[in-house]
């Protein structure tokens, strides 16, 4: 866990970022490293939409797959000028702000309409802020990873999962921060930490029971390939944010910075579109290829989710009247 990468090592990093912005040639070279694949739609998104768009005064550098930096510790690449952009969560920013927990919590965000709500809306200012301040990293715009169910090797016969109950003692694999982890717990399950690129061979080898993501996720990482049952929970509507270097973004012109956040804007746009319509289309899909999909007691997991979190530790550093606004932005 990174609870101990302390303020002031953060403005000491911040710093350094100022002093080192990174340019290639006359352009600004932009390194982005995300977990996610090259065929993942953020990362199509940021590649055919984003790039072209600030073509004109940046490179840009995608690396996929966790192949340049480890899952959750990309935010600390930038705030070293280690890498300029990054495909980030609200759980890995909690881990240098809990207060971000709120925007990872289950059955918080309703839609991709409500995500891009809250994002523009002024009760964020004030989290943007504290990210640039002690982080040195800008939140451009915010992206739709989907809603996340609970995919499980265990066939429905096995073991169908229809309430809370259902999960105790499986293994869910969870992202590995606590705000992850929080959320394994309060589905009911076991929740086992793993970083995403290796979720692949833990369901293969039976290491793990199961994990959740949004289904263009199951289908793109091929976790159909080795798992037989998705329990539609819908616990979380994930959302990512475009994370961008402050210090490469203070070195751009007034212009520059216009077009570096319309493009951000439009990429994830353009990839919260095409993942709302995999995400109808994917269940025939993954249909075909055998899985059982079903919907289980959501009343039962909402209700059993949001017991969890009142009065959590979590919740606690949620700033006052943010759940309210939050759900006001709703329908
Ligand atoms: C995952 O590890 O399950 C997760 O879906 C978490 C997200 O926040 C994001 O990091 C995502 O992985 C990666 O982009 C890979 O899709």
């Known amino acids: 866990m990174k609870m101990n990468f302390t303020r002031r090592t953060l403005m000491a ?7 080192a912005p990174v340019y290639a ?40 797959n966790g192949s340049l930096i480890a899952q959750n510790s ?20 909690a881990q240098f702000f809990p207060e971000f927990s709120i925007f990872a919590t289950g059955y918080v965000h309703q839609n991709a309409a409500h995500q891009v709500d809250v994002f523009n809306d002024p009760l964020m200012e004030p989290f943007k802020q504290k990210v640039e301040d002690e982080l040195g990293v800008k939140l451009l715009a915010v992206m739709y990873l989907g809603q996340r ?32 982890q929080f959320l394994g717990k309060a589905l009911g399950a076991n929740p086992t930490p793993m970083a995403f690129t290796e979720v692949y061979t833990a369901l293969q080898t039976g290491s793990v029971d199961g994990q959740d993501n949004p289904l263009p996720t199951v289908v793109d990482a091929k976790f159909y390939e080795v798992t037989n049952q998705i329990a539609l929970t819908s616990h979380l509507v994930d959302l990512n944010y475009v994370a961008f270097s402050k210090s490469v973004w203070d070195g751009l012109s007034a212009d520059q910075q216009a077009a570096v956040k319309a493009a951000a804007e439009a990429a994830a746009e353009s990839g919260r579109q095409k993942q709302l319509e995999k995400e109808e289309s994917l269940v025939a899909f993954l249909k075909e290829q055998g899985m059982e999909i079903y919907k289980p007691d959501l009343n039962a997991f909402r209700k059993h989710v949001q017991g ?15 759940l309210d606004r939050i759900n006001a932005l709703g329908n």
Do not use: C
Request: glycine residues 4%.
């Open 13 to 19: 990093l911040t710093v350094v970022a100022i002093a």
């Open 149 to 180: 169910h609970v995919n499980l090797r265990q066939t429905k016969d096995e073991l169908a999962v229809m309430t809370p109950e259902d999960l105790a003692g499986i293994n869910l694999r969870m992202p590995g921060t606590d705000a992850w």
């Open 74 to 93: 990309e935010l600390e690449a930038i705030a070293s000028g280690d890498l300029e952009m990054s495909i980030t969560s609200a759980q890995e920013l």
């Open 25 to 64: 040639a006359d352009k600004v070279n932009l390194r982005l490293s995300t977990p996610a694949s090259e065929t993942d739609q953020r990362s199509v998104a940021l590649a055919e939409v984003f790039a072209p768009a600030v073509a004109e005064f940046a490179t840009y550098e995608p690396h996929y």
């Open 308 to 322: 969890q979190y009142a009065g959590s530790e979590l919740a606690a550093s949620w700033p006052e009247g943010v």
